[in-house]
């Protein structure tokens, strides 16, 4: 497969991913978050389907193009280690849905972030709230989802997450 081939399915995933999340989601009070603008293309697509809803975004700087650049009361900028605990202290626990995008370009690396950060996601997410996630993530409140038609397997995660 080219890479052109592999970027064009990579974006069809997480738009049917995102798209079904906030069908999950409804019209249900909470947040949303996202973790890694990048240049906002699916900060742009979130916020277009949820345009009311509270939404948050976590990255290491701003790199975004500028119309998809969040206010900044909506911003936590640094490493996620560090934002994620400062965002739940003012959050709470009202998080329905979490967007991961935070691959690096090496898998190690981006497994090895992904499981460094997803208790500290887990401390944002409401009951019944949805994760889509660019890395498999493996906690006791994250029950795998189907995923969408359309959607190779391993190429984005679904998480329902139960109870706390």
């Not at 080219?2 to 909470?30: E, H, M």
């Not at 280690?81 to 965002?87: D, G, K, V, Y």
Request: charged letters at 25%.
């Amino acid at each position: 497969m080219s890479r052109l081939d592999s970027a064009i399915r990579r974006l069809q995933a997480q738009k049917l991913s995102l798209d079904w999340a906030v069908a999950a989601i409804g019209d249900r009070s909470g947040n949303a978050i996202e973790l890694g603008l990048g240049n906002g293309r699916t900060f742009d697509h979130l916020r277009s389907l949820m345009p009311e809803r509270p939404f948050y975004v976590f990255d290491r700087q701003v790199a975004a193009h500028p119309d998809c650049i969040p206010a900044e009361d909506r911003l936590f900028l640094g490493d996620f280690r560090e934002t994620l605990p400062a965002a739940a202290e003012r959050l709470g626990r009202e998080t329905l849905l979490a967007h991961l995008d935070i691959g690096t370009g090496e898998k190690q690396a981006s497994m090895a972030l992904a499981a460094a950060i997803a208790p500290l996601v887990d401390a944002l997410l409401a009951d019944g709230a949805v994760v889509v996630s660019d890395q498999p993530v493996d906690l006791p409140r994250w029950k795998a989802a189907a995923l969408p038609d359309g959607i190779g397997p391993g190429r984005i995660h679904l998480y329902e997450i139960g109870r706390a």
